[in-house]
């Protein structure tokens, strides 16, 4: 299971609320979330990304509220997967259960710059940046976690079973 695309490129501690900001919250459709995604930290987010793009953050990525919204809204946005040194816990959940791919990658994350051609290998866990000609390892996803993401969430893959 591959990825490519083009890296959008934040800092440290990004929030649900800026993920996603709470005054969307009043719907669950992922269309809707998805057009809102990230505006209130990069208002040109929305008319760039491409399907299979990807954001490279700071640490602590999805930190604040537990909002399933937030990974939903990166997904249908066509990110393809989160690159970050460290994910809060409950936005690294609810991402695996949406099927949003995410990699922790401290020297991947900090190495990477806005724009960057990325192509991420989730079996082998390596993270090629096809622009500067650099590759990271992160951690593989371990069998279980595959199975999720590539059934489209842990609706998906419990339907499946």
Do not use: W
Not at 90 to 98: E, L, W
Not at 101 to 109: D, S, Y
């Amino acid at each position: 299971m591959n990825a490519q695309g083009k890296a959008f490129k934040y800092g440290a501690n990004v929030d649900t609320d800026v993920i996603i900001p709470a005054r969307y919250l009043n719907t669950a459709d992922p269309t809707e979330l998805a057009a809102h995604c990230m505006e209130d930290i990069d208002k040109s987010f929305v008319e760039r990304v491409k399907p299979g793009d990807m954001i490279v953050a700071g640490p602590n990525f999805g930190c604040g509220s537990s909002r399933e919204h937030a990974p939903v809204a990166i997904k249908a946005s066509g990110v393809s997967c989160v690159i970050a040194p460290s994910f809060a816990r409950i936005f690294y959940r609810n991402a695996i259960n949406m099927g949003l791919a995410i990699m922790e990658c401290p020297e991947a994350a900090e190495a990477i710059n806005d724009g960057d051609e990325l192509v991420v290998d989730f079996d082998s866990g390596v993270i090629k940046n096809l622009t500067s000609g650099s590759s990271y390892q992160a951690e593989p996803f371990p069998e279980f976690i595959k199975k999720i993401i590539e059934a489209d969430g842990l609706v998906g893959y419990i339907s499946k079973k």
